[in-house]
């Protein structure tokens, strides 16, 4: 079976400081990729989706980025964080061709202080 | 552009009562639906989704869910709630060919004993 795992679990870094979170999937090749981010009280936001190794579509403009070095290890960086990025940060999987039906990780609890 | 719509950000049920989840999509065509659940500091749980035929969809955890084209709405239902059902709850939408899931903003549930 399918799994996905994210780590760390829970982050607190100073703002102005680098993040990379990650996210990897196991019992599957080639899915698709997913990053989102939920504010408290605003739903999720999608941030970035990946079909395949280097290939990375951005939703929302922002100081973060993403990276897929391996066809099931998805990143999210950030050279400098700000307040604003505080937030719960989830990967999700989907089969190619199945975007519509995605699978989630735990998630990482990131606090910007 | 596609929009969900849950009208309650928190709703409160005594345990053993029944519940209905209220969600309205916007879009041209009928769009893949779904409803997922999250428990305080976890990742999203798929609950139950809808592509077509039978309007009437049963998932896990005893809940289901009906489609209505006219009223363009997919509200969750559960004949008998649990303490353990506490939870948010995100009703989300899918266009046919699209990459992504574009989601509600939740409605938190409460149970009280």
């Known amino acids: 079976s399918q799994t996905i795992h994210q780590w760390p679990a829970t982050l607190v870094q100073p703002v102005g400081s680098p993040l990379s979170l990650e996210c990897t999937v196991e019992?599957?090749?080639?899915?698709?990729l997913y990053w989102y981010r939920q504010a408290a009280g605003r739903g999720l936001q999608l941030l970035f989706y990946?079909?395949?190794?280097?290939?990375i579509s951005s939703e929302v403009p922002q100081n973060l980025s993403a990276s897929r070095p391996q066809d099931r290890q998805f990143i999210l960086s950030s050279k400098k964080l700000l307040l604003s990025d505080s937030g719960f940060y989830l990967c999700a999987w989907s089969v190619i061709g199945r975007a519509y039906e995605q699978y989630f990780g735990p998630g990482t609890r990131l606090t910007v202080t | 552009a596609q929009s969900v719509t849950q009208p309650d950000i928190h709703i409160t049920v005594s345990e053993g009562a029944s519940l209905e989840l209220r969600c309205n999509y916007s879009y041209g065509a009928t769009p893949y639906l779904f409803w997922y659940v999250q428990s305080p500091g976890q990742g999203l749980q798929l609950l139950l989704k809808y592509f077509s035929g039978d309007t009437l969809v049963q998932g896990i955890k005893g809940f289901e869910a009906e489609f209505k084209r006219s009223q363009s709405s997919f509200n969750l239902r559960k004949p008998s709630v649990h303490w353990s059902d506490a939870a948010e709850y995100f009703c989300a939408v899918a266009p046919l060919y699209g990459n992504k899931l574009v989601f509600g903003a939740g409605t938190i549930l409460r149970v009280k004993s």
């Open positions: 990946s079909v395949g190794i280097g290939q």
């Open positions: 019992g599957t090749s080639n899915p698709n």
